[in-house]
């Protein structure tokens, strides 16, 4: 079971860009590198997924060097309701395979 | 809509009583999840299931039960043996896409002890 590490908590104004990085010194050569956001008293919700170099669409973008022990996931402008707690995975190739390890994620908090 | 409903939001518990909450999905999902989250924690997987009428123990198993009699339902039972219940239960399931494994969580279920 590969783990991650993440910071516990970062703070960030309105409008700044945040980058959360994560340490998964233990990936395996088929897994992916999955982000999820949740909000207070709801399900997590999926990000963003990436197996190396970059990945972008409309809500983040995911950078993966090319040793893939670690990860960055880049929120461009925040705005107050990115407020969450943001989780980084390890997920496996294979549906249902392993079981995932949430840590206790990043708590992000946007200040006006 | 296609999603992964749970129910109910909230419930309550006596004393040695047994509470199912439900989980059900339209997604044709193959694999489902069952994971507790307790205040400022991460998920803790209970169970999953990979497919119909076969399901896995996970880290915290016990004082737990499920079944998986149907592809769309998946529900949890936590019995009187859990004797510390209170938590935020979490439903999810999951896809294999052109990538790795993506879940899809439910709203969640707060049982409460009374």
């Known amino acids: 079971l590969a783990k991650t590490t993440q910071p516990i908590s970062m703070d960030s104004y309105e409008g700044q860009e945040v980058n959360i990085t994560c340490s998964h010194n233990?990936?395996?050569?088929?897994?992916?590198i999955t982000w999820y956001q949740q909000f207070p008293s709801q399900g997590p919700r999926f990000i963003i997924q990436g197996y190396k170099t970059k990945v972008t669409n409309e809500v983040a973008s995911l950078f993966i060097p090319a040793d893939r022990k670690s990860s960055t996931l880049s929120l461009p402008r925040v705005s107050l309701s990115d407020t969450a707690v943001y989780y980084c995975l390890v997920t496996p190739f294979q549906t249902g395979a392993n079981n995932l390890f949430f840590g206790t994620g990043t708590r992000l908090t946007v200040i006006p | 809509d296609g999603g992964i409903t749970q129910s109910p939001k909230y419930l309550f518990r006596k004393e040695g009583q047994n509470v199912t909450l439900s989980c059900e999905q339209n997604l044709n999902h193959d694999a489902m999840y069952w994971y507790r989250q307790d205040p400022g924690q991460g998920l803790r997987l209970i169970y999953y299931s990979q497919i119909v009428n076969d399901f896995q123990k996970g880290d915290i198993a016990e004082g737990y039960s499920v079944s998986r009699e149907k592809k769309e339902s998946f529900p949890l039972t936590v019995t009187s043996a859990q004797k510390n219940p209170t938590a935020f239960y979490l439903c999810?399931?999951?896809?294999?896409?052109?990538?790795?494994?993506?879940?899809?969580f439910g709203p969640g279920t707060r049982l409460l002890v009374l």
């Open positions: 999810a399931s999951s896809v294999t896409g052109t990538g790795g494994e993506t879940q899809y």
């Open positions: 233990n990936i395996a050569t088929n897994d992916y």
